[in-house]
């Protein structure tokens, strides 16, 4: 079991920056491929990033490549979601999710397909203004 609990959210002007920060609890976080995912009222939850276990390789969105850094710190049990430059349109709710290590490295980019991840936080609200 994981538990997971997501802060850094907040009301951010565009073009403004935040980071998100996602807390682990539970056994064994450094064996967990970590995402993140965003999801706005009556849409499905969208794949943002994610992380391999050790931190060594990464994967974003088109949508926020470039802008949006993934990281973690296995001492810490954090996972990050640096964002930069953020536009209007990076509006939703943030979840933090952990998935089994072998997600990052099965192919077919199982990674960003939401019902890859067991374990999910309860979210934070972002809110980027014109």
């Known amino acids: 079991q994981v538990q997971l609990v997501e802060s850094g959210g907040g009301l951010v002007q565009a073009g403004g920056s935040l980071r998100l920060s996602c807390a682990a609890s539970?056994?064994?976080?450094?064996?967990?491929?970590m995402g993140w995912f965003r999801q706005t009222p009556g849409k499905e939850r969208d794949f943002v990033a994610a992380?391999?276990?050790?931190?060594?390789?990464?994967n974003t969105a088109d949508s926020v490549k470039g802008r949006f850094t993934i990281s973690r710190d296995n001492v810490k049990n954090t996972v990050y979601l640096q964002m930069n430059s953020l536009k209007p349109e990076d509006t939703a709710v943030y979840y933090c999710?952990?998935?089994?290590?072998?997600?990052?490295?099965?192919?077919?980019?199982?990674?960003?397909?939401?019902?890859?991840?067991?374990?999910w936080g309860q979210g934070t609200q972002v809110t980027v203004s014109s």
């Open positions: 999710a952990a998935a089994q290590i072998s997600t990052y490295y099965s192919g077919s980019y199982r990674y960003t397909l939401a019902g890859s991840y067991e374990y």
């Open positions: 992380i391999n276990w050790g931190g060594s390789s990464t």
């Open positions: 539970g056994r064994a976080f450094s064996t967990y491929t």
